[in-house]
């Protein structure tokens, strides 16, 4: 399969800081792949890197086969960069924003429109064709931003946290954009900290802490490196919880996991499907015969949130340092 981005031992230094740290990625053309860590893993600073914004200070990294420093007129053709932050002029309609840009990068006047103007309403936003981007919700403005990053179809788009502050519906139509994008043949690299976008939407995911990838493959390759399955349970009384979490540890032989809930308790099994429902089964009889009400339970593969917390220790939320 061709690679759209490929990466060798990418090194980037600030002062005594190693943001990015010998990252090595291989991403194939016409995909969503997802680059999965908290803040300060180093994840924009790659991006930057690659888009040609910043020099590495060691390794390579190449997009379509162009070579980042020496090649990075040819690299930046082809690539387009939605930030975290919109990059549009707030002072300007939706309408006006696309157009300027589209004349910018040589269409003609009525070309200039007609383009805007398919964008605005595959984006859903030709209503708001006419107001100004001030006046836009933080949804209306990530799809403008993406829809002003796609004026001219590029092979690689680089999406640095596209839904960072978006309420759940805002988030979903980003996502749908994304699928759209892909379905096109563009190949998208997703940077994210949420750990559900990078499931629903990554073909293939590396997760980065620290500046360096800990683990690397198909959202189900990572959720197996972990475990099975989980066992999750609600409880019904909060002062059962540590009662539960022993007898979990005990039965299972398995790190127990407490949730922000304070009724969520989750516990990792290893071994195969029937191994881990011969386990949870096990587990419910001692909860009940030391009398923790249980009042929900499942089995499942693990989440991206547990696998992220076996490989680091903290959850993909934490602030950690650059």
């Known amino acids: 399969m061709e690679l759209a981005i490929e990466t060798s031992a990418l090194v980037k230094v600030f002062g005594t800081t190693r943001a990015v740290d010998g990252i090595d990625l291989a991403v194939p053309a016409g995909t969503v792949y997802g680059v999965l860590g908290p803040n300060g893993a180093g994840k924009t600073t790659a991006v930057r890197v690659l888009a040609t914004l910043a020099r590495p200070d060691g390794g390579e990294a190449r997009v379509f086969g162009h070579d980042v420093v020496r090649e990075a007129d040819a ?91 978006l309420d759940p519906r805002s988030r979903n139509q980003v996502w749908e954009i994304v699928r759209i994008i892909v379905a096109q043949g563009t190949t998208v690299l997703l940077t994210t900290q949420y750990l559900d976008e990078a499931d629903h939407l990554a073909s293939r995911i590396a997760v980065i802490d620290h500046g360096k990838v800990i683990a690397e493959g198909t959202p189900g390759e990572l959720k197996s490196s972990v475990g099975s399955g989980s066992v999750h349970l609600r409880l019904r009384d909060t002062a059962q919880r540590p009662a539960a979490e022993r007898i979990l540890a005990r039965t299972l032989g398995a790190a127990v996991q407490s949730g922000a809930d304070p009724l969520t308790v989750t516990a990792r099994i290893s071994g195969s499907d029937l191994v881990a429902a011969e386990q949870a089964s096990r587990a419910l009889a001692e909860l009940a015969h030391a009398g923790v009400t249980v009042d929900d339970f499942s089995l499942g593969q693990p989440s991206l949130d547990e696998v992220f917390l076996a490989l680091t220790d903290h959850p993909a939320t934490e602030e950690v340092p650059a």
């Open 75 to 165: 690299v930046r053709a082809r690539v387009s960069l939605t930030g975290q932050y919109a990059s549009i002029d707030e002072d300007l309609t939706g309408m006006e924003n696309l157009v300027l840009l589209a004349r910018l990068l040589g269409h003609r006047k009525a070309g200039a429109r007609e383009r805007a103007a398919r964008l605005l309403d595959a984006f859903g936003l030709s209503d708001a064709a006419g107001r100004q981007v001030k006046q836009y919700s933080g949804g209306m403005r990530r799809r403008i931003d993406i829809a002003a990053s796609i004026i001219r179809t590029p092979d690689v788009v680089f999406l640095d946290e596209p839904t960072t502050g």
